[in-house]
């Protein structure tokens, strides 16, 4: 992947990554943990950042789970999913730490 800005759809780079991750980067890893990567997202949606370090942080969020999230899981998956929602007027309210 290239490490310029540019125009992509969002389901390409994740299909890649995923696909790269599961058939080079990690393959032994995901068999012998027996997970199941499924992939939600929409094919229309289009992003103008950096598609590279996008993979990047695809790869290691995947790494991490399989590393730390199925230690007692009989049939870990890991779901990347992404919802698009309408804009809204409303500025956006974060919660104030506890």
């Known amino acids: ?10 389901a390409e780079v994740v299909r890649d990554t995923v696909l790269t991750y599961a058939a080079l980067t990690y393959a032994a890893r995901l068999r012998r943990a027996n997970c199941v990567i499924d992939v939600d997202v929409p094919s229309m949606l289009v992003l103008d950042p950096y598609p590279g370090k996008l993979g990047q942080l695809l790869s290691n969020l995947i790494n991490n789970a399989l590393m730390h999230a199925f230690a007692a899981s009989a049939a870990p998956k890991i779901v990347i999913s992404v919802t698009i929602t309408p804009p ?4 956006r309210q974060h919660a104030a730490p506890a």
């Open 1 to 10: 992947m290239h490490a310029w800005r540019r125009r992509f759809a969002l």
């Open 88 to 91: 809204t007027d409303a500025p």
